[in-house]
């Protein structure tokens, strides 16, 4: 067998992706708690950005749903409970983020206390569930991967995830997911990139992300 035979698939950027999903998610009871009574128009933002991560999200596991648990249940039957658990993790997040996004319709309307609260409540109720499936899959079924997937049918998942993003949101999201794990990382994850890439984030998108940041939390990002 050649070495390109024997390679294996490197989970690294699902566990920086699931980072970035890990701290934006968890700064959404934050953000809503802090919109004033009546400041409609700062509801809007907030919903806003809350309705890019969730259809985000709902595109990184609708990418799983269709090329990873599959694959996985083929190959690794022994595993299949575990599997399985994951299916019905991603069944009960899409659940709880259905039932925030209801919330967010009236918040945007009313930005009163007791929407405010509501949402907020709902919103702490999938953040528990989507860490425990983020901490699952990282810990239980990447190992899992990189023993029984190709390198093609893994990077086929990567590119089905970022096709789920607008093209004018590609930058913004990167500017995100870089944000949300250490220089380190976010250096390598940058040196994997075509050179493009890499040059528009250095020409347009640390701009694009920053007014970005700065309209979803009213500060420079860190």
Request: glycine content about 6%; overall charge negative.
């Amino acid at each position: 067998m050649t070495a390109a035979t024997n390679a294996r698939p490197d989970t690294f950027e699902m566990v920086f992706v699931h980072n970035a999903f890990r701290q934006q998610f968890g700064a959404m009871p934050g953000l809503i708690r802090g919109v004033a009574d009546g400041d409609r128009d700062r509801a809007s933002v907030v919903v806003g950005f809350f309705t890019e991560m969730t259809r985000s999200l709902h595109h990184h596991h609708e990418a799983e749903d269709d090329l990873m648990w599959p694959l996985l249940l083929q190959r690794a039957p022994m595993d299949s409970a575990l599997i399985l658990r994951m299916e019905e993790q991603h069944e009960r997040i899409a659940e709880l983020y259905r039932c925030a996004e209801r919330s967010a319709v009236t918040f945007a309307e009313r930005a009163d206390p007791v929407s405010r609260e509501q949402w907020a409540a709902n919103l702490d109720e999938l953040i528990d569930a989507l860490t425990e499936h983020l901490h699952d899959e990282e810990v239980e079924v990447l190992p899992l991967v990189e023993k029984v997937l190709t390198v093609p049918e893994w990077e086929a998942l990567g590119e089905r995830g970022r096709a789920g993003i607008p093209k004018d949101r590609l930058l913004v999201f990167l500017g995100f997911l870089l944000q949300a794990n250490t220089p380190e990382h976010g250096r390598d994850f940058l040196g994997r990139m075509p050179p493009p890439a890499r040059l528009a984030w250095a020409v347009l998108g640390r701009r694009s992300f920053r007014k970005e940041y700065r309209r979803v939390y009213g500060v420079d990002p860190s």
